[in-house]
């Protein structure tokens, strides 16, 4: 069964610093989503994407954070100045369309983010 | 604000019995409602949907129903095993296929032997 891939599983960065966390969403796939989960809270969504643009975002998604799609593969979160409170887990999250039914969202394991 | 409440409590539940989950929601009208099952260090992973017109729904050992008047969604495994022992949020949704997910905490369920 196709998956959602994320690299790295785990990232350590020193605050201030830029992190780039990849994604590599089922091939077929249209929408495209990046969520955050704080250690022992609940996962929060951060943006989604669509036909080449941000389609919606949260509160959280500030702007620190961008995303891209550079190629027709791989989707992008990158966070310019890291700070202690970005520490989490990030989900990258694809879906696709059939139709007007609406379809489920497929999540990666998530990278580890670690702000030092 | 919309408003998302989950068992807060850890359900403990014996091998073979039925657990069962509550979600219930507030100041939203979902369109429909999402169960996904989250295993410690990875991604929530998809279960069953539900749409606001059924009231209930069945796939192998587990079962959702959807109260829109009482804004409340049930979440039922039967013969619960071990490997049943995960957290499992709900997300009710509004609206067209784009939509972001909007997760509830969870609920911790331990199915002992």
């Known amino acids: 069964e196709p998956e959602v891939t994320q690299t790295p599983s785990h990232q350590v960065t020193q605050m201030g610093q830029e992190v780039i966390l990849r994604c590599v969403p089922i091939?077929?796939?249209?929408?495209f989503y990046w969520y955050r989960q704080i250690l022992g809270q609940k996962v929060e969504f951060l943006v989604s994407?669509?036909?080449?643009?941000?389609?919606?975002k949260s509160e959280i998604f500030d702007d620190q954070f961008s995303v891209e799609r550079p190629d027709g593969s791989n989707f992008t979160l990158k966070i310019r100045s890291t700070k202690l409170e970005d520490s989490a887990m990030y989900f990258c999250?694809?879906?696709?369309?059939?139709?007007?039914?609406?379809?489920?969202?497929?999540f990666g394991d998530g990278t580890r983010l670690s702000i030092l | 604000s919309q408003k998302i409440e989950q068992n807060s409590e850890a359900l403990n539940i014996q091998e073979g019995k039925t657990a069962t989950l509550t979600c219930n929601y507030t100041?939203?009208?979902?369109?429909?409602l999402q169960w996904y099952r989250q295993d410690p260090g990875r991604g929530p992973v998809f279960l069953l949907l539900?749409?606001?017109?059924?009231k209930e729904k069945r796939k192998e050992r587990l079962k959702v129903t959807f109260d829109t008047t009482l804004k409340q969604s049930l979440f039922h495994i039967t013969a619960s095993q071990p490997a049943d022992s995960a957290t499992y949020l709900c997300?009710?949704?509004?609206?067209?296929?784009?939509?972001?997910?909007?997760f509830g905490k969870g609920t911790s369920l331990l199915v002992t032997p």
């Open positions: 999250a694809s879906k696709g369309i059939t139709g007007n039914s609406n379809q489920p969202q497929h």
């Open positions: 539900i749409r606001e017109n059924e």
């Open positions: 997300a009710p949704t509004q609206g067209n296929s784009g939509y972001a997910l909007n």
């Open positions: 100041n939203y009208s979902p369109a429909y």
């Open positions: 091939s077929n796939h249209l929408y």
């Open positions: 994407f669509y036909n080449n643009e941000i389609s919606e």
